[in-house]
């Protein structure tokens, strides 16, 4: 079974920042915390990952507590190409196998 | 970053045909890759680990003889669906990950539709 609890869906207004929730309450000390999407009929594509701090790239940022049971994923500005369902998993890096849980359906409306 | 191909992207064949897929890693070797499949409006479901060099390792309730998988070489796996039925029609996603980027790349996908 997955490791995570998402809400299933969420409505973001284009422009304004999407912020994913996602708790992991059982994450283990050298787990990390995943973020992927997938558009529609594509296959998923890495977003961002983290430890403990926070991080940030050219997509997103990720929010992790410091109790580290939950995190969030934020889109600064979304658009409509931001329209997919996101995924929020915790693996081991690498080599380990993904779980996808039932992720979230984000609407980003015009 | 790096990319994963996946061949065919779509395909359709008569019920008790096999299929055969290929997921191939375009700029960097991968001992490991992963099967994954996804049926409409549902997420994706681990079938199998495949491993260069020795035999897949399938998750629980994927029958091993349907889904034959081969790691051939250090950039490609093949997912063979035999004997294919109706039931078997959904999306073929494939997955290797890069040492030393922490993240997973995925193909783009395969719609199988059995006739």
């Known amino acids: 079974d997955a490791k995570t609890t998402q809400p299933p869906s969420m409505d973001c207004a284009e422009g304004r920042a999407a912020n994913l929730p996602c708790n992991h309450s059982?994450?283990?000390?050298?787990?990390?915390v995943y973020w992927y999407r997938q558009i529609h009929s594509q296959g998923p594509q890495y977003i961002i990952h983290g430890l403990k701090n926070n991080e940030t790239n050219e997509m997103a940022s990720l929010i992790i507590t410091e109790d580290r049971k939950s995190s969030t994923l934020i889109l600064p500005h979304a658009t409509l190409r931001d329209t997919a369902v996101y995924y929020c998993?915790?693996?081991?890096?690498?080599?380990?196998?993904?779980?996808f849980g039932k992720g979230t359906r984000l609407h980003i409306l015009p | 970053g790096a990319v994963v191909s996946q061949h065919p992207s779509r395909v359709i064949c008569k019920s008790g045909t096999s299929v055969k897929i290929e997921c191939r890693s375009l700029?960097?070797?991968?001992?490991?890759m992963f099967w994954y499949r996804q049926f409409p409006k549902q997420s994706l479901m681990l079938m199998a680990t495949s491993n260069e060099g020795s035999k897949a390792t399938y998750e629980q309730g994927v029958e091993k003889d349907k889904f034959l998988i081969n790691h051939a070489s250090l950039t490609l796996s093949t997912l063979t669906v035999t004997s294919a039925h109706p039931e078997d029609s959904s999306f073929y996603i494939c997955?290797?990950?890069?040492?030393?980027?922490?993240?997973?790349?995925f193909g783009p996908g395969t719609r199988l539709t059995v006739l």
């Open positions: 997955s290797a990950p890069e040492r030393g980027y922490g993240e997973q790349f």
């Open positions: 998993i915790v693996s081991l890096p690498e080599s380990d196998k993904i779980i």
């Open positions: 059982t994450i283990s000390g050298n787990e990390y």
């Open positions: 700029d960097f070797q991968a001992t490991t």
